[in-house]
């Protein structure tokens, strides 16, 4: 029995020795933190827009760093949950992390506050509005159109194609779902639209939803905005294909990918898509230094999707943020990063992303997002560049 | 007690009425507080955080063992009274502009009334039909914290004021290390006062509801009383460990008090021991430590076996899991237990017993 206790305990010793000694950053290294979702609820797309964030850090290493400065991406799964963010977001503090790149809603609210004491500016792959106001969260940047400038376009293609249409918003129940809903209600009102309007939550872990359609057919829905991961939104094209109902998704960034095909099969064609992010299927520009690296390290980047190159343009951005401050001859610290960023040229991103332009009013990154159908079980291109209507 | 002795005999009432009884115990004690005392001083800002969310989450947990391990009445609703704890003391703090300390106890008998609601199910229902009692009183607490706009102001999330008493705050630089003194010092008087608890006439009913409830109706003690009275002083211990949360992390979401968060709760108590009031400390503790040390292993090995390190995010939750069965397999009493164990094995030496 002693003896097992005296193993335990020389393990834990030996443990907490080594956590002295591993991955200390040495002076001339750029650190930053990047907490993932590897492992929990939204792991799908949350994996390869983290390997889009490393891929990033290692092509910009491999081409020499920041003016000769290596960065050293620290990056661990918080497996979607906001108490082991906050605890990742420590560990990065202590490491000395001059930026932080988060991921979720949940965990980007719970960090807001914390990343204003401390100084730290912040990105993450949630486009909620509130992020975007430097009153409120002064060091979040946010790089997309948000989700409600999202709604907002969608809503203006379903009035240009049918005026009068009833429009039933599903969205994942959490604060990333709830997140455009009342935004785009007032929109209609804002804009005279003479659409109906409604939402509904769609419970996390259901197999199909009819019931949620069957509401929706009677409130006479002809369109479905959809505000959730693709795995859910491909059941609903799914549950639309086999109830054989006259129904449109039109799905927001996160439903919004190759993955939604792939799982929805036949079921995704003549869909809606509002998308930031170019699809590679969509040829521009801004996809060439993404796909020359996925050739030279042998990953196929139009496998791992739209998400890897959002990882990939969203870590362009902050990196062209850092690279200003070195060019003023600053020092690398968060309110440098925070003023540099607020004050740089729009970043030309080949036409993946709207230019990316932050000023110190305001955060928000850009307005518009492109426009797609599915069409033959291939991402294709409406409109371009769509804003919302002034 | 030394290695001859063949057990401790009292002289006196107030001698078998003590804490500790020997000189070796009364050591251990300087020395466990020399070593909380110095703890600030030895840890980083991280380790420190962690410390922190232990000394939160122990409250929470001898909390849950007052009901759970000395009264016997199973409850999945911890995650629901963690809430109503931060919520509360988040609500008062943030808009009705209470100082932090009244918000703080106010948020405690709160939560303590809303568990003795939770609790009136009790009188009727034993083992898992009260399971699922408290199972379905944790739903309808998320459900409330998610859909009642008025709460969040429809945000979804309450920010909360940062800890402050009389124009004082706490500064970002020295944030984790006053946290610790305010966390110690709350713990350390809901650990004493728990423990003193049991020596009192209610807190030996709790236990006797606990062994045989009808027997205990026989020789007198009040059914009713000792089982709502349980309900109501775990969950203020439950709210306490919830408000302290809300201040510490500054912001409030439902997404910290789902289900999972009771499971991880009873888990604490059933790897720390059952009925014991040290034991929910060193449970919380444990289960606490887990992750963060498998993420610091994965760090240290990441150069000799990146292949292990990739795949260990994935093993810390297994990990878990793993403890929690390998405790119910062969330590079901706990860490507690095991520590006596130890401590009797090294006061008998060199005999067996």
Same mark, same amino acid.
């Given at each position: 029995m002693t003896r097992t206790i005296h193993t335990i305990s020389a393990v834990l010793l030996t443990l907490c020795a080594c956590k002295q000694s591993g991955n200390t950053p040495t002076s001339d290294e750029i650190v930053l933190g990047i907490i993932a979702? $590897?492992? %929990?609820?939204?792991?799908?797309v949350g994996k390869p827009y983290n390997e889009g964030m490393l891929a990033y850090i290692d092509d910009l290493n491999a081409k020499g760093g920041l003016k000769g400065r290596k960065i050293n991406a620290l990056s661990e799964d918080y497996a979607y949950k906001v108490p082991n963010a906050e605890e990742k977001y420590k560990k990065y503090k202590q490491a000395g992390a001059i930026a932080i790149q988060g991921w979720g809603t949940g965990d980007s609210e719970a960090l807001r506050t914390k990343v204003k004491g401390d100084e730290l500016p912040f990105m993450s792959a949630s486009y909620a509005?509130? $992020?975007?106001d430097p009153k409120q969260s002064p060091y979040n940047f946010v790089v997309a159109p948000t989700y409600s400038d999202q709604m907002r376009i969608a809503l203006d293609q379903i009035a240009a194609s049918d005026p009068g249409a009833q429009v039933a918003v599903f969205h994942h129940d959490s604060p990333f779902g709830m997140a455009p809903v009342a935004d785009g209600e007032q929109w209609i009102k804002d804009k005279g639209y003479k659409l109906g309007y409604k939402d509904y939550a769609m419970k996390g %872990?259901?197999?199909?939803?009819v019931g949620l359609l069957q509401q929706a057919k009677d409130q006479g829905a002809r369109f479905i905005v959809i505000q959730n991961v693709s795995s859910p939104a491909a059941t609903v094209a799914r549950d639309i294909a086999a109830q054989k109902l006259d129904m449109k998704i039109v799905c927001l960034n996160w439903c919004s990918d190759e993955l939604f095909i792939k799982l929805a099969g036949a079921a995704a064609e003549g869909h809606w898509m509002i998308q930031p992010f170019t699809p590679l299927s969509v040829a521009k520009p801004g996809h060439a230094p993404v796909q020359a690296y996925g050739k030279a390290k042998g990953i196929d980047v139009e496998a791992k999707g739209l998400h890897f190159v959002q990882g990939w343009y969203t870590m362009h951005v902050m990196a062209r943020g850092m690279e200003k401050v070195a060019a003023d001859g600053k020092p690398l610290t968060g309110p440098n990063l925070r003023a540099a960023l607020e004050t740089m040229d729009a970043v030309d991103t080949g036409g993946v992303i709207g230019p990316v332009k932050f000023s110190a009013d305001s955060h928000r990154g850009s307005l518009a997002a492109g426009v797609y159908k599915v069409d033959g079980g291939k991402i294709v291109e409406v409109a371009a560049a769509v804003a919302p209507k002034k | 007690m030394p290695g001859v002795a063949t057990g401790i005999y009292h002289t006196s009432y107030e001698s078998d009425l003590r804490l500790r009884h020997t000189r070796s115990e009364k050591a251990r004690l300087v020395l466990c507080i020399a070593a909380v005392l110095a703890l600030p001083f030895m840890l980083n800002n991280y380790w420190l955080g962690i410390v922190n969310a232990i000394g939160i989450a122990a409250i929470g947990a001898i909390g849950l063992n007052i009901l759970v391990g000395f009264t016997g009445q199973i409850s999945l609703g911890q995650g629901g009274f963690l809430a109503v704890g931060a919520f509360t003391s988040a609500l008062l703090a943030?808009?009705?502009?209470?100082p932090i300390p009244l918000a703080v106890a106010g948020a405690v008998v709160v939560t303590a009334t809303a568990g003795a609601v939770v609790g009136l199910p009790a009188l009727r229902l034993k083992g898992l039909y009260l399971a699922i009692a408290t199972l379905a009183s944790q739903e309808i607490i998320e459900f409330v914290i998610r859909r009642w706009h008025w709460l969040t102001g429809g945000q979804g999330y309450l920010e909360v004021p940062p800890l402050g008493v009389l124009g004082w705050h706490v500064q970002r630089t020295s944030f984790e290390r006053t946290w610790y003194w305010v966390i110690l010092a709350t713990a350390a008087v809901a650990a004493v006062a728990a423990r003193n608890v049991f020596r009192t006439a209610l807190g030996r009913s709790f236990m006797a509801v606990r062994d045989q409830d009808v027997a205990a109706q026989a020789i007198g003690v009040n059914l009713t009383r000792a089982k709502l009275s349980a309900f109501a002083l775990s969950s203020g211990y439950v709210g306490l460990a919830g408000a302290l949360t809300a201040h510490y992390t500054e912001i409030v979401t439902w997404e910290r008090f789902t289900l999972d968060v009771s499971v991880q709760y009873l888990g604490m108590i059933i790897v720390g021991g059952l009925g014991s009031i040290a034991g929910s400390i060193y449970g919380a503790a444990l289960l606490m430590l887990v992750p963060p040390l498998l993420s610091a292993l994965a760090d240290a090995i990441r150069d000799a076996a990146p292949f292990l390190a990739d795949q260990l995010p994935a093993l810390q939750v297994a990990a878990v899991g793993v403890v929690i069965m390998v405790f119910l397999l062969f330590e079901p009493r706990g860490l507690d237990r095991l520590w006596r164990r130890v401590k009797d094995y090294f006061g008998y030496w060199p005999f067996r017993y």
């Amino acid at each position: 029995m002693t003896r097992t206790i005296h193993t335990i305990s020389a393990v834990l010793l030996t443990l907490c020795a080594c956590k002295q000694s591993g991955n200390t950053p040495t002076s001339d290294e750029i650190v930053l933190g990047i907490i993932a979702d $590897l492992t %929990g609820a939204t792991a799908d797309v949350g994996k390869p827009y983290n390997e889009g964030m490393l891929a990033y850090i290692d092509d910009l290493n491999a081409k020499g760093g920041l003016k000769g400065r290596k960065i050293n991406a620290l990056s661990e799964d918080y497996a979607y949950k906001v108490p082991n963010a906050e605890e990742k977001y420590k560990k990065y503090k202590q490491a000395g992390a001059i930026a932080i790149q988060g991921w979720g809603t949940g965990d980007s609210e719970a960090l807001r506050t914390k990343v204003k004491g401390d100084e730290l500016p912040f990105m993450s792959a949630s486009y909620a509005e509130v $992020l975007t106001d430097p009153k409120q969260s002064p060091y979040n940047f946010v790089v997309a159109p948000t989700y409600s400038d999202q709604m907002r376009i969608a809503l203006d293609q379903i009035a240009a194609s049918d005026p009068g249409a009833q429009v039933a918003v599903f969205h994942h129940d959490s604060p990333f779902g709830m997140a455009p809903v009342a935004d785009g209600e007032q929109w209609i009102k804002d804009k005279g639209y003479k659409l109906g309007y409604k939402d509904y939550a769609m419970k996390g %872990g259901a197999t199909d939803h009819v019931g949620l359609l069957q509401q929706a057919k009677d409130q006479g829905a002809r369109f479905i905005v959809i505000q959730n991961v693709s795995s859910p939104a491909a059941t609903v094209a799914r549950d639309i294909a086999a109830q054989k109902l006259d129904m449109k998704i039109v799905c927001l960034n996160w439903c919004s990918d190759e993955l939604f095909i792939k799982l929805a099969g036949a079921a995704a064609e003549g869909h809606w898509m509002i998308q930031p992010f170019t699809p590679l299927s969509v040829a521009k520009p801004g996809h060439a230094p993404v796909q020359a690296y996925g050739k030279a390290k042998g990953i196929d980047v139009e496998a791992k999707g739209l998400h890897f190159v959002q990882g990939w343009y969203t870590m362009h951005v902050m990196a062209r943020g850092m690279e200003k401050v070195a060019a003023d001859g600053k020092p690398l610290t968060g309110p440098n990063l925070r003023a540099a960023l607020e004050t740089m040229d729009a970043v030309d991103t080949g036409g993946v992303i709207g230019p990316v332009k932050f000023s110190a009013d305001s955060h928000r990154g850009s307005l518009a997002a492109g426009v797609y159908k599915v069409d033959g079980g291939k991402i294709v291109e409406v409109a371009a560049a769509v804003a919302p209507k002034k | 007690m030394p290695g001859v002795a063949t057990g401790i005999y009292h002289t006196s009432y107030e001698s078998d009425l003590r804490l500790r009884h020997t000189r070796s115990e009364k050591a251990r004690l300087v020395l466990c507080i020399a070593a909380v005392l110095a703890l600030p001083f030895m840890l980083n800002n991280y380790w420190l955080g962690i410390v922190n969310a232990i000394g939160i989450a122990a409250i929470g947990a001898i909390g849950l063992n007052i009901l759970v391990g000395f009264t016997g009445q199973i409850s999945l609703g911890q995650g629901g009274f963690l809430a109503v704890g931060a919520f509360t003391s988040a609500l008062l703090a943030g808009r009705a502009g209470l100082p932090i300390p009244l918000a703080v106890a106010g948020a405690v008998v709160v939560t303590a009334t809303a568990g003795a609601v939770v609790g009136l199910p009790a009188l009727r229902l034993k083992g898992l039909y009260l399971a699922i009692a408290t199972l379905a009183s944790q739903e309808i607490i998320e459900f409330v914290i998610r859909r009642w706009h008025w709460l969040t102001g429809g945000q979804g999330y309450l920010e909360v004021p940062p800890l402050g008493v009389l124009g004082w705050h706490v500064q970002r630089t020295s944030f984790e290390r006053t946290w610790y003194w305010v966390i110690l010092a709350t713990a350390a008087v809901a650990a004493v006062a728990a423990r003193n608890v049991f020596r009192t006439a209610l807190g030996r009913s709790f236990m006797a509801v606990r062994d045989q409830d009808v027997a205990a109706q026989a020789i007198g003690v009040n059914l009713t009383r000792a089982k709502l009275s349980a309900f109501a002083l775990s969950s203020g211990y439950v709210g306490l460990a919830g408000a302290l949360t809300a201040h510490y992390t500054e912001i409030v979401t439902w997404e910290r008090f789902t289900l999972d968060v009771s499971v991880q709760y009873l888990g604490m108590i059933i790897v720390g021991g059952l009925g014991s009031i040290a034991g929910s400390i060193y449970g919380a503790a444990l289960l606490m430590l887990v992750p963060p040390l498998l993420s610091a292993l994965a760090d240290a090995i990441r150069d000799a076996a990146p292949f292990l390190a990739d795949q260990l995010p994935a093993l810390q939750v297994a990990a878990v899991g793993v403890v929690i069965m390998v405790f119910l397999l062969f330590e079901p009493r706990g860490l507690d237990r095991l520590w006596r164990r130890v401590k009797d094995y090294f006061g008998y030496w060199p005999f067996r017993y």
